[in-house]
């Protein structure tokens, strides 16, 4: 069992810069895949930024956060970050962290709102 608690969500004029946080605890030596999602009512989840841990550590993107969102993370306090700037409103959403296991096992956070104000 992997718990993941989000916290760094808030408002935010457009332009402006916010941080997201998620901390994980339990069984985290089997993570393999982290990630930042967020959904809009009416909308379906999407992937935000993921890192992927193995031989070599890959991030990806979605293509609409390129060159503002930067995905981080702090291993000694098993926490990734999601740095987010130059941000749209178009980027209003509520935003969940999610971890999956090396026997794909996903765990999700509880979400954090971001809104941007135009």
């Known amino acids: 069992q992997v718990q993941l608690v989000e916290s760094g969500g808030g408002l935010v004029q457009a332009g402006g810069s916010l941080r997201l946080s998620c901390k994980a605890s339990?069984?985290?030596?089997?993570?393999?895949?982290m990630g930042w999602y967020r959904q809009d009512p009416g909308k379906q989840r999407e992937l935000v930024a993921s890192?992927?841990?193995?031989?070599?550590?890959?991030?990806a993107y979605t293509d609409s956060v390129k060159g503002r969102f930067t995905i981080s993370r702090d291993n000694a306090k098993n926490t990734i970050h999601l740095q987010m700037n130059s941000l749209k409103p178009e980027d209003t959403a509520v935003y969940y962290c999610?971890?999956?296991?090396?026997?794909?096992?996903?765990?999700w956070g509880q979400g954090t709102q971001v809104t941007v104000s135009s």
């Open positions: 999610k971890h999956r296991t090396v026997f794909g096992a996903d765990y």
């Open positions: 339990g069984s985290i030596s089997n993570i393999v895949t």
């Open positions: 890192i992927t841990i193995g031989g070599r550590t890959n991030y």
